[in-house]
């Protein structure tokens, strides 16, 4: 299975990685993540679009995700406690279950995003003008 079928400077074919983990590593090598199931280790560098990808179910905690592309996405269940979402792109991603406590979502593009049974805190940033009334979301305390 492919993320995406085009390739070019800022778009590469990449493998689905389901229940990812974020690997710790220097801020230069970018974000790193690493597949449960069989292993595998991917680097993620600014600017590579996460388009389409697939980290259902991810270990994302306090990952720096800030102004990628993750327009539709597939973060159905993952953990992204803490996350630093500023400016991203979520345009039609599925958040559905996801865990969203303390993570900061400013300037981030949600329309179109599923957020269904999404969990948040009272430390959850979310972009200006953003109305949660219309969303299915769960709000949690600690």
Known sequence: MWWSTQVDSNRLPM???KSASVV?????????????????????????TLERADLSRGRLRYVDLRGHNLHLANLNGANLWGA????????????RGANLRRVNLEGAKLAGANLTGAMYDSQTVWPEGFDLTWEAVELVDD
């Open 15 to 17: 493998p689905a990685m």
């Open 24 to 48: 710790p590593a220097p801020a230069s090598e970018g974000i790193v993540l690493k597949d449960k199931g069989n292993g595998r280790v991917l680097k993620i560098h600014r600017g590579y």
């Open 84 to 95: 630093d979402l500023r400016e991203t792109d979520l345009r039609g991603a599925d958040l």
